[in-house]
């Protein structure tokens, strides 16, 4: 679905209020009850619908009449939300063009009021080409029931959280600058996707410095798990910058050899196809008392050394003790979005009344969609 930000202009606070309590009503339900959105929104009954019509028109909500009339946001619906939240904030003023498309997010341009230029990264969880992401990532690993909105929220959550802690300690990633439900703002990385370089003029050294950078990441307690030409930037001077975090685990996880291995391989792999780079000549050099180095050349899982801090516990990655797994739901649960607009406050104070009073609440052992 385009994301037509043309549309935000004719938008009323009533618009936004009925959309705000339809994301609201979600926490709770599947499809949210016609009803019930009337009365959270505490609108009159007769321009409730008529604002519910008009989003309808404008593909913000999805209409579902199946079990009982009811409403639901779309990922346009939760843009429009995300954006308005940051353009309140001071943030953003404009969004520009769509710069990136990939199977879980798009990018677009946006500026500040001072025309400083960044990137806007909206997680798109649940697209049909990536329907499995349940079973690959642990963000729902205690919870039976899922939305593909709450997802990309907590993703989008997951990659602030960790781009800013990378920037903190010295890893060239994009500047964290804001977050808001599946919405991340960031500086925008001037150069091109590895992917799209045909040449370079010092290849040698562009591998050597991405694979310090797996090696690197894990003596922090960190696996990228997608470390690969798509998610590697380079500028003209060749200089690296990597992307793309909700992906991350850590070195504790079951999987972390596995993933480990994978995000080299792939590495390896890549070089040694576009750019005819050789290692087998690196391997019969390579010193076979250098701990971090396998017989065939390439760095090894099992004798890194997380020497330079834990970030892996300090941010909340995956594949912890009870004890981890219960700082990361608080985490999650504490660090979402607690800056949210008037209406969502008002909505929450009123949400659970309604739901006792319509007798909503049995309605959660069956639609429950999120939180």
Known sequence: MKLDVEVLRYLSKDDFRVLTTVEMGMRNHEIVPAELISLIASLKHGDTYKILKNLLKHKLVHHDSSKYDGFRLTYLGYDFLAIRTLVNRGVIAY???????????????????????????????????????????????????FSWLYLSRLAALKEFAFMKALEDHGFPVPKAVDCNRHCVIMSLVQGYSLVQVRELQNPEVVFETVVGLIVRLAEHGLIHCDFNEFNIMIDDDEKVTMIDFPHMVSVSHRNAQMFFDRDVECIYKFFAKRYNLSFQDDADDKNSAESDIDEAGRPSFSSISKSSGCLDKELAASGFTRKDQDNMKKFIEGGADNEEDEDEEHVSETHENSLTSLGFFADRRSGRANE
């Open 95 to 145: 969004v520009g063009l769509q710069i990136g498309v990939g199977k879980e997010s798009d990018i677009f341009e946006v500026a500040t009021e001072d025309g400083t230029v960044l990137a806007m990264k909206l997680h798109r969880l649940g697209r049909t080409s990536f329907r499995a992401v349940k079973s690959k990532r642990d963000y729902l690993r205690h919870r039976s029931s």
